[in-house]
Structures are given as C-alpha cells and as structure tokens.
C-alpha cells in the first residue's frame, strides 16, 4: 500500500516540516491532501510522474512538494503555523480517466 | 474541482438497522469513490463506483451518473461500521472532491 512518514509530528512554530510518501509502486499519479478536524481532505497538489500537473491547492508558497525520480515524494512545510496543524495524506493510483485512488495513514502535524 | 454534498452530516443507529447516505455532485463525474475513514484515520476504499450499482457485504453502492447523485447502503449495521463516511468524485481535472463526510454511530 501507500505508506507515509512520520505517523506524526509536532514542530514548533516557525520550523521547518518535510513528510514523506511511498506510492504504490506501478502507480504514475500520486496526490497529496490535507484533512482538518471534521472537515474532508482538501487537495493539495498532484503529481503525474516526475512533474506537479496540478499545485493549484498549495495554499501558499511556504509549501512546495517534489517527485523527484517520479516515485517517492516529498511535502514541504517551511516557516510553520499553527494554522499549518492538520492530517496530511497521500495517495496514488494508475494513470487513466477510470482509476481507484489508496491513500496512505497519513501525517499528523502539530505546531505548537 | 466539483462540489460535494453529503447527507446526512449525523447518523445514530441501532445495531441491526439499515440506513442510506447520499452523495450529490455538482457536475458530471468519471471517477467515484466511497471511503470509510477509522478511528486512526485511515481512508479504508469501500467502493470505486462511478456508475451502476455494487456490493460488498452488508454494503452496496448506486451512482446514477446522469442524476449525479451517488447512495451507500449499510444493512444490518454493526458497532464496527461507526466511523465516518466520505465520497469522493472527479471529473476531468483529475482531483478528487470530497464531501464533508457523514458521522455514522451505530450502538449496541
């Protein structure tokens, strides 16, 4: 499956973050979403490859991801806020119109 | 993205009930998904169900594309079925939406 770490995180506020993603390893597509208490995931951002296709749910750019060999990612929080606190996820799946997303466990961030 | 709409926000069962959540989207989908979310927040895939009708169990989905609205049943609820419930659907611009999900309680 999707795996994610860490499992959690707690930070101080003004750190710097970085969460890892594991795709399943015959998927091209990989996403990241962010889910806050009582609310459903809202995305982020999602890569097809090696490249971001979308980034249009980065809320601003103190967050920045990469895929760099289009596989594992990376999600960068730079300058934390409290406002940052949340679950961070990632899924993937096969490239195509018709395809199933897995998300991984994702990644409880906590700015103090 | 489109937007989601799930209904209800809150549902308490008796175990042994059987119950409908619905899913109403804003625009035509090509991909839906239901998901259970546990207690560690995990997205648990239920259904990929952008048409037609599926069963899994005591769960089954329907999606009437045309209609785009998408219904998860749970017959014969279990305390093990709690948790929440979100659906999911995509159009062409390949995000996933999803709605605010839908508490489900289920007692003994």
């Known amino acids: 499956g999707v795996s994610q770490n860490p499992r959690h995180k707690i930070t101080k506020r003004g750190q710097n973050v970085t969460f890892r993603c594991d795709p399943i390893?015959?998927?091209?597509?990989l996403y990241w979403y962010r889910q806050t208490l009582g609310q459903g995931p809202e995305f982020l951002i999602y890569f097809q490859g090696t490249g971001a296709a979308d980034d249009s749910g980065l809320p601003n750019d103190r967050f920045f991801a990469v895929r760099p060999e289009g596989s594992v990612s990376t999600l960068k929080i730079q300058r934390t806020e409290r406002g940052d606190s949340a679950v961070y996820l990632c899924?993937?799946?096969?490239?195509?119109?018709?395809?199933?997303?897995?998300f991984g466990q994702g990644t409880r961030l906590t700015v103090v | 993205g489109i937007q989601v709409e799930q209904s209800p926000p809150d549902l308490i069962l008796q175990e042994g009930a059987n119950s409908t959540l619905r899913c109403n989207f804003s625009d035509s989908v090509n991909n839906l998904q239901w998901f259970h979310q546990n207690p560690w927040g995990q997205l648990i895939n239920l259904f990929y169900i952008p048409s037609g009708t599926k069963q899994n169990g005591r769960l089954s989905a329907t999606t009437v594309a045309t209609e785009r609205y998408s219904l998860l049943y749970i017959s014969s609820s279990q305390t093990t079925d709690s948790g929440v419930y979100f659906c999911?659907?995509?159009?062409?611009?390949?995000?996933?939406?999803f709605g605010a999900g839908t508490t489900v309680t289920v007692r003994a």
């Open positions: 999911a659907g995509r159009s062409n611009d390949y995000k996933l939406s």
């Open positions: 390893s015959e998927h091209n597509r």
């Open positions: 899924a993937s799946s096969l490239i195509g119109k018709d395809t199933e997303a897995f």
